[in-house]
């Protein structure tokens, strides 16, 4: 049975919808955005990965910002 959370993408208006088998959200996740209509600073890029942010008691919705390569 799947669980659907609801998540936060660094840079992405909306909230988003995170599908998983026992309810654990991933610590990274990698993500291509189309290269029109998602409404995100991303458009048109393939591959950006993301690294789980702890939650908060202020913001209690999980979030998930870019890493960068060094």
Do not use: N, W
């Amino acid at each position: 049975m799947s669980v659907a959370r609801v998540i936060r993408i660094e840079g992405v208006e909306t909230p988003c919808l995170a599908l998983t088998e026992d309810g654990k959200l991933p610590e990274e996740i990698v993500v291509s955005f189309p290269k029109e209509g998602f409404h995100s600073q991303y458009d048109g890029r393939e591959g950006v990965t993301f690294r789980l942010q702890p939650s908060s008691r202020r913001d209690p919705v999980p979030s998930y910002v870019e890493i960068f390569d060094e």
